[in-house]
């Protein structure tokens, strides 16, 4: 540094007070992605129980595959939609669902043994 520059000379307030801004937004932006998705995730199941719970099936089913979209290894969406289809006599969308959860849940063991009995019972 040289001699003939004091220190704080080049100091801007407004141009620091501007990046300190816009770091705190990104901090914020960052924390509030993940927790934005969970909220988003916790709000479409919570609709689409409320509108099984009407007789909306049709509507609850929309939703719980966008959960499904969202978090590919959601199994209590897809428990829902196959109980959805289950309830509704809808053997194709049950089966296709089952298949669908066996290949997106880790633990699919009881989605395997629900696919073979709906297999073995037709």
Avoid: W
């Amino acid at each position: 540094m040289s001699d003939e520059r004091k220190v704080g000379e080049n100091f801007d307030e407004n141009k620091a007070a501007d990046i300190f801004n816009r770091l705190k937004n990104v901090e914020g932006k960052t924390n509030s992605k993940k927790d934005s998705k969970f909220k988003k995730i916790t709000d479409l199941m919570s609709e689409a129980k409320y509108e099984e719970s009407k007789g909306n099936l049709d509507e609850a089913i929309n939703l719980y595959k966008q959960v499904v979209f969202i978090l590919p290894d959601s199994q209590k969406a897809y428990e829902a939609m196959i109980d959805i289809y289950k309830k509704q006599g809808n053997v194709d969308g049950e089966k296709e669902t089952l298949i669908k959860a066996i290949a997106g849940c880790n633990n699919n063991d009881e989605f395997k043994k629900r696919l073979d009995e709906l297999n073995d019972s037709r």
